[in-house]
């Protein structure tokens, strides 16, 4: 059964509440709905007409939109394409199950050639790393590389460990601004603004695969360049584990461990994230 809302009201104001926090979108963007075997996926590009794209993917029960606080930089050096996930809460609709990875990866893998480039590079966040190297491990023939901020599908996920730590985690989101600055790392702001987007998410229900850990030998099958950043004290997995393990078994698959940040990463240091993915790919274009 493919994802939907509870009712139609809960999707009118999870959709209304997007159109809002669209409006935080700080470069002028063309919305694209590609037809795919899954249903239409919505992605919005911004940036120059030339030059390396980079393709964004968001966290599980996310959107495009969550990148909003990194495109303005982004999208002054590349194309960018910030896509809605099929599955999830946004403005693609899923009317084909993609129950298994391989739906995932031949999902995915219709965006990319749909959007006309060549190659491009991948960055995601959390399900959206876990969704780009899911591809990478089958196909890299429209990959240019992945940038994985704390991607998933590197340890097993306790779905009750999860939930916890997302309660802890969204709390601070509903205090002032001024506790916010003293708790918490990254803009008080960007939390308000995204706010009410997540809390009308609780009104869709995905039917998503079982996410799973990447074995060895997909690992090795990646033949492009990787960068994975890590939360030193990540919930989903133990980061110097992580970085231990890829390095054996890949020597294209670079990890980085930033100290003081969890799964949140992202959001607490947002400037380090804009940077680390433009310093991925200029440098591996170099």
Do not use: C
């Not at 990463?265 to 991925?280: G, I, M, N, R, S």
């Amino acid at each position: 059964m493919p994802g939907a809302f509870t009712d139609r009201k809960a999707q009118e104001r999870y959709f209304a509440v997007y159109a809002e926090v669209l409006r935080k979108w700080p470069v002028p963007a063309e919305e694209l709905d590609i037809p795919t075997k899954f249903g239409p996926t919505r992605v919005r590009r911004s940036g120059p007409g030339h030059g390396t794209p980079i393709v964004l993917l968001h966290g599980i029960m996310g959107s495009s939109l969550s990148w909003y606080p990194h495109l303005a930089e982004l999208a002054a050096r590349h194309p960018v394409y910030a896509v809605d996930s099929i599955g999830e809460p946004g403005h693609s609709v899923e009317t084909e199950p993609a129950s298994t990875d391989d739906d995932l990866a031949e999902w995915l893998s219709e965006v990319l050639a749909a959007l006309d480039q060549e190659k491009a590079y991948l960055a995601g966040v959390s399900r959206g790393g876990y969704l780009a190297l899911n591809l990478a491990t089958r196909s890299t023939d429209r990959i240019a590389g992945v940038i994985g901020l704390e991607p998933a599908g590197f340890a097993e996920l306790s779905v009750p460990k999860f939930i916890l730590w997302s309660m802890k985690e969204i709390f601070p989101w509903l205090l002032p601004a001024a506790i916010q600055r003293r708790i918490i790392d990254g803009d008080p702001a960007v939390r308000r603004t995204l706010r009410p987007l997540l809390f009308a998410t609780f009104k869709y229900k995905a039917q998503l695969p079982p996410q799973r850990v990447f074995a060895d030998d997909e690992l090795r099958a990646i033949d492009v360049p990787v960068q994975l950043v890590l939360g030193a004290r990540s919930h989903i997995h133990r980061a110097r584990e992580v970085a231990a393990r890829v390095a054996k078994l890949n020597p294209r698959i670079r990890t980085e461990i930033v100290p003081r940040t969890t799964h949140a990463l992202t959001l607490q240091q947002p400037e380090l994230v804009t940077t680390h993915v433009l310093d991925f790919v200029e440098a591996d274009r170099t």
